[in-house]
C-alpha cells in the first residue's frame, strides 16, 4: 500500500496534556535509565516483568 511500510517500527511515550514537568521527567529518566541497560540486563528485567504479569492473570481467572 503506498505511503506504508517505509519505517521498520518505532516506539513513543505518551503522557496527559497537562502532566506536571517534574513527572515527565521522571518518566524521561526511568526510560532512558531502561535503554542504557544492557543486552543481558534488559532480558533479565523482560524475564522478571513476564513472570509477574502471568502470576497476575492467572489470578484473574480469566479462563472461564
Same mark, same amino acid.
Not at 13 to 30: D, M, R
Given at each position: 500500500? =503506498? /505511503?506504508? $511500510?517505509?519505517?521498520? $517500527?518505532?516506539? /513513543?511515550?505518551?503522557? =496527559? *496534556? $497537562?502532566? =506536571?514537568? =517534574?513527572?515527565?521527567?521522571?518518566?524521561?529518566? %526511568?526510560?532512558?535509565?531502561?535503554?542504557?541497560?544492557?543486552?543481558?540486563?534488559? *532480558?533479565?528485567?523482560?524475564? $522478571? %516483568?513476564?513472570?509477574?504479569?502471568?502470576? *497476575?492473570? *492467572?489470578?484473574?481467572?480469566?479462563?472461564?
Amino acid at each position: 500500500m =503506498p /505511503g506504508f $511500510g517505509r519505517a521498520s $517500527g518505532f516506539i /513513543g511515550l505518551f503522557a =496527559p *496534556a $497537562g502532566t =506536571p514537568a =517534574p513527572i515527565i521527567k521522571k518518566l524521561s529518566h %526511568e526510560v532512558a535509565a531502561i535503554l542504557a541497560m544492557d543486552d543481558d540486563t534488559f *532480558a533479565r528485567f523482560l524475564a $522478571g %516483568e513476564s513472570a509477574k504479569w502471568k502470576q *497476575a492473570l *492467572a489470578s484473574l481467572d480469566l479462563a472461564q
